[in-house]
Nanobody, 124 residues
Framework: QVQLVESGGGLVQAGGSLRLSCAAS????????MAWFRQAPGKEREFVAT????????YYADSGKGRFTISRDNAKNLVYLQMNSLKPEDTAVYYC?????????????????WGQGTQVTVSS
């Protein structure tokens, strides 16, 4: 099991940037796929981005392609989500999640461990 704590959320104007961080504890972190999901009020939690255990492969939802970058530092047990050119529709609670294996999958059910989330609000 991995414990996850997100940080870096906040209020930003449209067009601005934020970098989210996810601090992980647990021995299996460096061998597991990691991902970011988000959930807006009244909506289902949706996939944002995922990264392989090595950091060598990534996969993004269409909503974030070209604007978001996921990365990780296994030496520091950290996962990041750099978000640029933010839009009001990016407003949501963002969650970090650890996958049960090494696949790059966009499905909630693939991820076993979740953080508590960090709020991102983008004003127009």
């Amino acid at each position: 099991q991995v414990q996850l704590v997100e940080s870096g959320g906040g209020l930003v104007q449209a067009g601005g940037s934020l970098r989210l961080s996810c601090a992980a504890s647990g021995r299996t972190f460096s061998s597991r796929t990691m991902a970011w999901f988000r959930q807006a009020p009244g909506k289902e939690r949706e996939f944002v981005a995922t990264i392989s255990w090595s950091g060598g492969s990534t996969y993004y939802a269409d909503s974030g392609k070209g604007r978001f970058t996921i990365s990780r530092d296994n030496a520091k047990n950290l996962v990041y989500l750099q978000m640029n050119s933010l839009k009001p529709e990016d407003t949501a609670v963002y969650y970090c999640a650890a996958g049960r294996g090494s696949g790059l999958l966009p499905y909630r059910t693939y991820y076993d461990d979740w953080g508590q989330g960090t709020q991102v609000t983008v004003s127009s």
